[in-house]
């Protein structure tokens, strides 16, 4: 059992920044992770998404101005967030499953992938 807990998020102005850590209770080098987020009345959507490695998976929505990382020693995966718009405000979720095996980013994207899951940390974007 793998308990996930998010920190970073808050309020910003368009165009600005802010980075969300998603710390692990145990160890997740094994694990693909990644990050989705749901605005109210939407349905939740991925964000990004580390498969193998260090390979990362992106939304169109997104690529270009968030970073998705991880810290196996901390065990800590991270989402750095620029260039920020309005449309970003949503509820951020970090989400893991364990794998041996290389992922497409086709499931990396998909919630149906994940066993577990965070709290979520909520980031606002003023216009």
């Known amino acids: 059992q793998v308990q996930l807990v998010e920190s970073g998020g808050g309020s910003v102005q368009a165009g600005g920044s802010l980075r969300l850590s998603c710390a692990a209770s145990?160890?997740?080098?094994?694990?693909?992770v990644g990050w989705f987020r749901q605005a109210p009345g939407k349905e939740r959507e991925a964000v990004a998404s580390?498969?193998?490695?260090?390979?990362?998976c992106y939304a169109d929505s997104v690529k270009g101005r968030f970073t998705i990382s991880r810290d196996n020693a901390k065990n800590t995966l991270y989402l750095q967030m620029n260039s920020l718009k309005p449309e970003d405000t949503s509820m951020y979720y970090c989400?893991?499953?364990?794998?041996?095996?290389?992922?497409?980013?086709?499931?990396?994207?998909?919630?149906?992938?994940?066993?577990?899951w965070g709290q979520g940390t909520q980031v606002t974007v003023s216009s």
């Open positions: 989400a893991a499953v364990f794998t041996p095996s290389f992922l497409s980013c086709y499931h990396g994207l998909k919630m149906v992938t994940y066993t577990y």
């Open positions: 145990g160890f997740i080098s094994n694990y693909v």
């Open positions: 580390i498969v193998s490695g260090n390979f990362s």
